[in-house]
């Protein structure tokens, strides 16, 4: 049995730990916050519980690919998964446009909001179909595939939308409503080919959310991992990986410990590990997409409103202009609301919580990140972003004035402070039109027994990819550590089917 040593207990180091157990092998996480997770949690406040990560989780659906990964790592199974009526709503002048699940319904409502753009409308429709097809989604079961002809047939027609971002694809619409509609959720920049499989996701059942929210899904996952054997320490903040030659020997913590390893890997943010706990350079790969013009980063900052309010007036996510006076302090000048009327035990009986997110370009994430040096100026600002967000609250949903009280509120400082981000960065590269994600290698130059495993190495990031970046690093890590044992080359993770396929829970 060989040792595998991870630094970073968040989804991609988590699940590296359980696919190395299952492969065997004994596997330690060190994990310098004092929860697993990562960026797959929550907190309290009050009697309220902030989310902080999952707004859809792709892969609810059994008959995708993913479902089988989630099950593996204890994610989901029996868990009920949520799926709302629509995923965000847009208004525009009164009327309103939702992204329901229902595929047929978002169809009958844009034609009828807008019949000038039906041939547009057509397109998107098809488009949106065509790539369910192709991830086993569609049909009205949600578990179909289209065959070699119509994958070849739709082709054409995905090309056209991987040459454009959301802002081009909205110019083409007519209706100010649908071209808000297109550009809200994932901003003007994003590739419009990013946004069809969103949308392709939550209309195909596969981007719901599991019972709990983020906090309760990271502690399925660390349970898991801790059932088979596997040991996470909390709280241990690595400092030093030692080297001898081209091979890491041990890794240095905080306090003088130190654990030796046959293995190692690396699963916490690169920026906070490259230069750092490891003499090297930040891996090529990597390097080369913060360059690329294709790519880019950014971050948000969040509030969390106390409602007073049993019954709210949408549901999902709902996107509003912030004041006119406060239109710099986001991307585009809007934010998105966010409830949670789906969990019962995130607010008192009677009330509800209200959480907001407004995107912010490098630029302006930055300034944010630096403000944070200045206790005194950063509280202020964070008073100033809750005040702003109300203000908008209040404007767009009336019925809600006097019911909101703020709760929480925090910035790419907050990320960076946690989990090491650079300006707060929480997802890999978004990426823009003419851009096909790829998966970076693990491998780390130079060094024969280090790893990386992170959302980082394939835009645009998040859990499924983290989560993928694990199981790719441990079973590099299997196949490294088999063939210095002498062992058969190959490693057996891949090829393993743990889990039978099963319909989930879904509400």
């Known amino acids: 049995m060989a040792k595998i040593l991870i630094i970073g207990g968040g989804v991609s180091g988590l699940s590296c730990g359980i696919y190395a157990l299952l492969a065997g092998h004994s596997a330690v996480i060190v994990e310098k916050n004092a929860f697993p997770g990562g960026n797959l949690t929550g907190w309290d406040r009050r009697g309220f519980h902030i989310d902080n990560c999952v707004h859809w989780l792709c892969g609810t659906n059994p008959a995708s690919e993913m479902y089988g990964v989630w099950r593996e790592l204890?994610?989901?199974?029996?868990?009920?998964?949520?799926?709302?009526?629509?995923?965000?709503?847009?208004?525009?002048?009164?009327?309103?446009?939702?992204?329901?699940?229902?595929?047929?319904?978002?169809?009958?409502?844009?034609l009828a909001l807008s019949p000038e753009d039906r041939r547009e409308t057509e397109k998107l429709i098809r488009a949106v179909r065509a790539v369910q097809g192709f991830c086993g989604i569609a049909g009205e079961g949600h578990n179909e595939s289209s065959g070699p002809a119509a994958r070849a047939a739709a082709l054409p027609l995905l090309f056209r939308y991987y040459r454009l971002t959301a802002g081009e694809l909205a110019e083409k619409f007519k209706s100010p409503l649908i071209r808000r509609f297109l550009t809200s959720f994932l901003t003007e920049k994003f590739g419009s080919l990013?946004?069809?499989?969103?949308?392709?996701?939550?209309?195909?059942?596969?981007a719901g959310v599991p019972r709990g929210g983020s906090t309760a899904m990271a502690e399925r996952i660390a349970s898991r991992f801790e059932s088979l054997g596997g040991i996470l320490l909390t709280g241990r903040e690595a400092e030093k990986l030692k080297l001898k030659g081209n091979r890491a020997v041990s890794l240095m913590l905080g306090g003088?410990?130190?654990?030796?390893?046959?293995?190692?890997?690396?699963?916490?943010?690169?920026?906070?590990?490259?230069?750092?706990v490891i003499?090297?350079?930040?891996?090529?790969?990597?390097?080369?997409?913060?360059?690329?013009?294709?790519?880019?980063?950014?971050?948000?900052?969040?509030?969390?409103?106390?409602?007073?309010?049993?019954?709210?007036?949408?549901?999902?996510?709902?996107?509003?202009?912030?004041?006119?006076?406060?239109?710099?302090?986001?991307?585009?000048?809007?934010?998105?609301?966010?409830?949670?009327?789906?969990?019962p035990g995130f607010a008192p009986p009677g009330k509800n919580i209200i959480q907001t997110l407004a995107f912010l370009d490098e630029a302006e994430a930055r300034k944010l990140t630096a403000l944070a040096a200045d206790?005194?100026?950063?509280?202020?600002?964070?008073?100033?972003?809750?005040?702003?967000?109300?203000?908008?609250?209040?404007?767009a949903l009336p019925?809600?004035?006097?019911?909101?009280g703020a709760a929480d509120v925090w910035t790419p400082a907050t990320y960076s402070r946690y989990f090491g981000s650079e300006f707060g960065s929480y997802m890999s590269f978004a990426f823009s039109?003419?851009?096909?994600?790829?998966?970076?290698?693990?491998?780390?130059?130079?060094?024969?027994?280090?790893?990386?495993?992170?959302?980082?190495?394939?835009?645009?990031?998040?859990?499924?990819?983290?989560?993928?970046?694990g199981k790719r690093a441990a079973e590099r890590a299997d196949e490294l550590l088999r063939r210095m044992s002498g062992a058969d080359v190959g490693s057996k993770i891949a090829k393993a089917k743990l889990y039978p396929t099963e319909s989930a829970n879904i509400s």
């Open 256 to 276: 003088g410990e130190e654990l030796s390893a046959d293995a190692f890997v690396l699963a916490a943010d690169p920026a906070a590990l490259f230069g750092k």
């Open 399 to 404: 019925v809600l004035a006097g019911k909101l």
């Open 194 to 206: 990013g946004l069809i499989f969103v949308m392709s996701d939550f209309c195909g059942h596969n």
């Open 375 to 395: 206790e005194e100026q950063y509280k202020k600002k964070k008073t100033e972003l809750a005040e702003a967000a109300a203000e908008a609250i209040e404007k």
């Open 279 to 343: 003499p090297a350079p930040m891996p090529a790969q990597i390097a080369r997409m913060t360059e690329d013009r294709r790519l880019f980063r950014f971050s948000s900052w969040h509030c969390a409103f106390e409602c007073g309010s049993e019954k709210l007036p949408f549901s999902g996510d709902f996107v509003i202009d912030l004041p006119e006076n406060h239109r710099s302090f986001a991307a585009f000048g809007r934010i998105a609301l966010r409830e949670f009327s789906h969990e």
């Open 433 to 469: 039109s003419r851009f096909l994600p790829r998966p970076a290698g693990c491998a780390v130059k130079g060094l024969s027994n280090v790893l990386l495993a992170t959302q980082w190495q394939q835009p645009p990031g998040g859990l499924p990819i983290a989560a993928s970046a």
């Open 74 to 110: 204890g994610a989901l199974g029996d868990i009920p998964v949520h799926i709302g009526e629509s995923l965000f709503t847009c208004e525009y002048e009164g009327k309103r446009l939702s992204l329901y699940s229902d595929i047929e319904r978002l169809r009958r409502d844009m």
